[in-house]
């Protein structure tokens, strides 16, 4: 089983920027997708960006789209989410996501291991 550890939350005001980490050990090879999903206080979780072994696909929800990067570094075993522009909306948990199967990126099923996700807070 892949290990996934987020680092990089935090405090931001409105209109900054933050940029988190996604460190995975074990078992990383040929994965499919990493990507990152978030979950606010009495909200259902979500999806915000995913991207392919390669780093050849991006995907990214219409909410994050202009304003969040993803990347990997695949010599690491890391994948990033460079998130500019910060909104109060943008207030959540942010789990790190990773799969070895084929199917809907943006989707949480798709997804075998999963972070313990990182706090990213965004005040006005």
């Known amino acids: 089983q892949v290990q996934l550890v987020e680092s990089g939350g935090g405090l931001v005001q409105a209109g900054g920027s933050l940029r988190l980490t996604c460190a995975a050990s074990?078992?990383?090879?040929?994965?499919?997708?990493m990507g990152w999903f978030r979950q606010a206080p009495g909200k259902e979780r979500e999806f915000v960006a995913a991207?392919?072994?390669?780093?050849?696909?991006?995907y990214y929800a219409d909410s994050v789209k202009g304003r969040f990067t993803i990347s990997r570094d695949n010599a690491k075993n890391a994948v990033y989410l460079q998130m500019n522009s910060l909104k109060c909306e943008d207030t959540a948990v942010y789990y790190c996501v990773e799969s070895k199967r084929l199917g809907n990126p943006r989707t949480a099923t798709t997804y075998d291991d999963w972070g313990q996700g990182t706090q990213v807070t965004v005040s006005s």
């Open positions: 991207i392919t072994w390669s780093g050849g696909s991006t």
């Open positions: 074990g078992p990383t090879f040929s994965n499919v997708y």
